[in-house]
């Protein structure tokens, strides 16, 4: 099955991170802004992009900060059944560069001290490689750039504005 991968370095507290990627306000402001979740594992988030169209996750682990997972219950026929996990690893950037030397260039350039968190998102079980797969990837790493934002500056790029440079 196809996987959709990508890590990330947040120059922000694991807390931090992981408040925006649980609680109604923090996904509001870096996914969508029409966000109904809770925060609690077994409930259900639902997230509008548009009036029509809605994703929605049963949220199936919370360890904090530390780890998110969801199931995707309602969507696109593609996105039923996929899972979606974020992982964070809180350091120093030292430590961070030590234990991840890919990460150089965006170690250099974290903002705010110190303090760095290693995000990797996971968009596992898709049953095959389509156009589908391909635009989710990309618009992953564009939601990916709102949540550091987000947590980098107190501004995120949530739908329908992703995309704007």
């Given at each position: 099955m ?12 694991a ?12 996904l509001s ?9 809770k ?11 548009g009036?029509v169209?809605f ?9 904090p900060?530390?780890?998110?997972k ?13 899972t979606?996990?974020?992982e ?7 430590s961070?560069?030590?234990s ?12 705010n ?9 996971h968009h596992?079980?898709w049953?095959?490689y389509?156009?589908?797969f ?13 949540l550091k934002?987000?947590?980098e500056?107190?501004?995120?790029r949530?739908w329908p504005?992703?995309?704007?440079s």
């Open positions: 196809p996987n959709i991968h990508h890590e990330l370095l947040i120059g922000a507290t807390e931090k991170v992981y408040a925006a990627i649980t609680s109604q306000e923090g402001a870096w996914w969508t802004p029409d966000t109904k979740a925060p609690e594992r077994g409930s259900f988030s639902r997230f509008a992009f009036p169209y994703k929605e996750m049963k949220v199936t682990e919370l360890k900060s530390e780890q998110v969801w199931t995707c219950m309602t969507g696109a026929d593609e996105w039923i059944g996929t979606i996990s974020f964070l690893h809180a350091s120093d950037k030292e961070l560069l030590i991840n030397p890919e990460a150089i260039d965006q170690i250099q350039q974290t903002r001290g110190d303090t760095a968190t290693l995000l990797t998102l596992d079980d049953k095959e389509t156009s589908m391909a635009e989710c990837n990309y618009t992953w790493g564009q939601f990916l750039r709102s934002l987000l947590c500056t107190g501004k995120g949530p504005h992703q995309h704007a």
